[in-house]
């Protein structure tokens, strides 16, 4: 799968892919840089897990809901990694209709 993401005008784009282990990775086209998705990562899968009660209870927009993620699974971002966003967006969304 590739996607992209247009950052000051210049257009990144990456690619899903997995390794050999089974492990799901994204490659950045322009750079070739390589790292493996959050989804493999257990504490953003339990903060994802999590992430529909906390919604609920805390009626939590999009933006608070991700700053509340990254902060449970100790990382910075994960906008550029599509598959750990997808899964994001699908319990958020889920959770505040």
């Known amino acids: 799968m590739c996607y992209a993401y247009s950052m000051n005008n210049q257009e990144t784009t ?4 997995y390794n050999i282990s089974g492990k799901m990775m994204i490659r950045n086209n322009q750079t070739d840089n390589v790292w493996q998705s959050l989804i493999e990562d257990k504490e ?8 529909y009660d906390f ?14 993620v990254c902060d449970q699974a ?15 967006y699908s319990v958020w969304e889920q959770a505040y209709a």
């Open 55 to 68: 919604v609920v209870e805390t009626e939590s927009d999009s933006d608070d809901a991700y700053d509340w």
């Open 14 to 17: 990456f690619t899903t892919f």
């Open 44 to 51: 953003f899968r339990n903060a994802i897990e999590s992430l």
């Open 74 to 88: 100790n990382v910075s971002s994960f906008v550029a990694d599509e598959p750990a966003w997808n899964m994001f």
